[in-house]
């Protein structure tokens, strides 16, 4: 895949002059098929940074982060850790949906962004942490922790536990679970989910909420 040559991040701006910047983003090829970029939701004061892939068909049409199947399933397991909604903020490593398609009117199938996209994407997705400032970063799963802590950290291996690193964010907390899609994907469904869940506690506890 060529390079490209990354995307014109405003410095200084707030989120809304993000927001506005990125939907004219040409820093990667796939804004030329995705219906529009998928920047964030949730507000600037939020404890709690989720972080996700991209976008799926239904992100990609609505122009909403999480309001897919996963979406949803992942709003149920905050709301079963004790993570009050509006603590969180919600965004993706990359901002548009990649996808195959076989043919017009063909159903649209979710492909993994390769690491170039990951890479022209990275300026956004720094930028808004360094805005929100949260107090913990939620990497959801492969593609949100290669973007925000490299290849070193496993998500297999390191779920479930604070890891402090020092990032160009400065020192921040992580922690480590499945992308909500694996949860659905899975074959015990209930136990996976059930594994997000206890993920997502342990942000619970380590920042004081839920009682």
């Not at 996808?99 to 997705?125: E, M, N, V, Y």
């Not at 720094?126 to 802590?149: N, Y």
Request: contains cysteine; charged residues 20%; aromatic residues 4%.
């Amino acid at each position: 895949m060529a390079d490209f040559p990354g995307p014109d991040v405003p410095e200084g701006a707030d989120l809304d002059g993000l927001r506005a910047a990125a939907a004219s983003c040409r820093g990667c090829e796939l804004w030329e098929h995705a219906t529009q970029t998928v920047f964030s939701a949730g507000p600037t004061t939020a404890r709690i940074a989720l972080v996700g892939e991209q976008p799926g068909d239904v992100e990609d049409q609505q122009g909403k982060p999480f309001v897919g199947p996963a979406g949803r399933l992942l709003v149920q397991a905050v709301d079963e850790a004790g993570i009050p909604r509006d603590l969180t903020y919600r965004t993706n490593a990359v901002k548009h949906f990649r996808f195959t398609q076989s043919g017009p009117g063909k159903r649209r199938i979710h492909q993994t962004p390769d690491l170039a996209h990951l890479t022209a994407c990275r300026p956004w997705l720094v930028a808004e942490m360094q805005l929100v400032r949260p107090a913990v970063v939620v990497c959801l799963g492969a593609t949100a922790v290669r973007s925000l802590l490299g290849t070193q950290v496993k998500v297999m291996r390191d779920r479930g536990a604070i890891l402090t690193r020092e990032t160009s964010l400065g020192s921040t907390d992580f922690l480590v679970t499945l992308h909500p899609s694996a949860v659905l994907r899975a074959d015990d469904r209930d136990t996976a989910y059930a594994g997000l869940v206890a993920d997502l506690r342990v942000v619970t506890t380590h920042l004081g909420l839920g009682g």
